[in-house]
């Protein structure tokens, strides 16, 4: 009598059926902070995603979590359906949650306890509205098995060791500045406005320039004019 061996296949699901922003505020600023990321590590063996299901048990698909934005360093990138820390072979290394009004606990509470659990070694929060946190941006590193609350700048900036970056609010925005250049990481839209406006500096300068040539090509023709 031959054994039959039975091998059940686990499904895990690609979507949670939850949208990915509370407001307008809180989903453009979701994507801001994921196309910003993922400019910044273009061509590294990064991984930068978010409003993705992360499963962390293998075998149960109910233990996942759905980080807003998350950097996962030594991955490789491209387009996946879901995230397993048991197939890729760590955690992400920092979690960005843009809190609301209907994730503010989990935000606050459920979330750190997981993420700290997982070994994610920098998570921060971002209150875009400013109704929710105060001060609306607030950071933590893993120390240990715990996290630690990251001390503010004077302009209410912290600093990410993990990113290398720095992370400030400004007009209710998130933005990023490098700590090896001090550059702010720009959107697509942003960059294509600062290179049109430099163009129009350009394109302006050299108006006046040829202006300017044409006035001093006149003079001297004046002048030749005047001594014969």
Same mark, same amino acid.
């Given at each position: 009598? @031959?054994?039959? +061996?039975?091998?059940?296949?686990?499904?895990?699901?690609?979507? #949670?059926?939850?949208?990915?922003?509370?407001?307008?505020?809180?989903?453009?600023?979701?994507?801001?902070?994921?196309?910003?990321?993922? #400019?910044?590590?273009?061509?590294?063996?990064?991984?930068?995603?978010?409003?993705?299901?992360?499963?962390?048990?293998?075998?149960?698909?109910?233990?996942?979590?759905?980080?807003?934005?998350?950097? /996962?360093?030594?991955?490789?990138?491209?387009?996946?359906?879901?995230?397993? +820390?048991?197939?890729?072979?760590?955690?992400?290394?920092?979690?960005?949650?843009?809190?609301?009004?209907?994730?503010?606990?989990? #935000?606050?509470?459920?979330?750190?306890?997981?993420?700290?659990?997982?070994?994610?070694?920098?998570?921060?929060?971002?209150?875009?509205?400013?109704?929710?946190?105060?001060?609306?941006?607030?950071?933590?590193?893993?120390?240990?098995?715990?996290?630690?609350?990251?001390?503010?700048?004077?302009?209410? /900036?912290?600093?990410?060791?993990?990113?290398?970056?720095?992370?400030?609010?400004?007009?209710? @925005?998130?933005?990023?500045?490098?700590?090896?250049?001090?550059?702010?990481?720009?959107?697509? %839209?942003?960059?294509?406005?600062?290179?049109?406006? /430099? %163009?129009?500096?350009?394109?302006e300068a050299r108006q006046a320039a040829e202006a300017e040539l /044409?006035?001093?090509?006149?003079?001297?023709?004046?002048?030749?004019?005047?001594?014969?």
């Open positions: 009598m @031959h054994s039959v +061996i039975s091998v059940k296949q686990v499904h895990y699901p690609e979507s #949670d059926g939850k949208p990915m922003g509370e407001t307008d505020d809180h989903r453009q600023e979701i994507v801001r902070h994921i196309e910003l990321l993922e #400019d910044y590590y273009r061509g590294q063996k990064v991984y930068v995603s978010g409003d993705l299901l992360v499963y962390y048990v293998e075998g149960d698909p109910k233990k996942c979590v759905v980080p807003d934005a998350f950097v /996962a360093k030594g991955i490789p990138p491209g387009n996946r359906r879901i995230y397993k +820390i048991w197939a890729e072979g760590k955690a992400p290394d920092v979690v960005i949650e843009t809190t609301s009004r209907s994730t503010r606990r989990k #935000d606050t509470q459920v979330k750190p306890e997981l993420y700290a659990r997982l070994g994610v070694q920098e998570y921060f929060l971002f209150d875009p509205l400013g109704e929710y946190l105060s001060p609306p941006l607030q950071g933590y590193r893993l120390v240990g098995q715990d996290y630690e609350r990251l001390k503010s700048d004077a302009d209410g /900036a912290l600093t990410s060791q993990e990113l290398g970056l720095r992370l400030k609010v400004v007009d209710r @925005h998130l933005d990023f500045v490098r700590l090896d250049s001090g550059q702010r990481l720009l959107t697509h %839209r942003e960059r294509a406005l600062r290179e049109a406006e /430099a %163009r129009q500096r350009e394109a /044409a006035r001093v090509q006149d003079e001297l023709a004046r002048l030749r004019r005047s001594a014969e």
